[in-house]
């Protein structure tokens, strides 16, 4: 079973929001065919920044990663997405989600870190 993202709020946050929501498919002669749906979206990059944290916290991301290895996909809860400065950077909170790079860690002093989580949405 997939398992939620750690529940720690982001300190910055970037959803690229462009055009409708869209995916494709590969049919058996190899071609690809485009659908467009509805409120939900697939392969918009989101980054979440979590500033000052723990080594704790830190690995706690690093584990939530390692463990979607295998599911691939997962959901992010509401309280990490509930601030939003406006609306053309309105996260979508029913995704479901996957990594699109390992999450990296930047010393900031003082044995806290930067974490920066790169994402992206999937159906």
């Known amino acids: 079973m997939m398992a939620d993202f750690p529940q720690i709020e982001p300190r910055g946050r970037s959803y690229i929001l462009t055009g409708k929501t869209f995916s494709q498919a590969e ?35 690093r584990a939530h990663f390692r463990g979607e290895k295998t599911w ?15 609306l053309y950077t309105l996260t979508p909170a029913n995704q479901d989600y996957r990594y699109r790079e390992k999450p990296s860690a930047s010393p900031v002093g003082g044995g806290l870190f930067d974490v920066t989580v790169m994402l992206e949405t999937v159906f």
Not at 44 to 51: G, S
Not at 72 to 86: A, C, M, Q, S, W
């Open 27 to 61: 049919t058996r002669d190899g071609q690809m065919v485009g659908y467009f749906h509805g409120y939900r979206s697939a392969n918009r990059p989101i980054d979440l920044v979590f500033t000052f944290c723990t080594m704790a916290t830190a690995d706690t991301i």
């Open 72 to 86: 691939k996909r997962f959901k992010i809860p509401i309280e990490l997405l509930r601030t939003h400065p406006t």
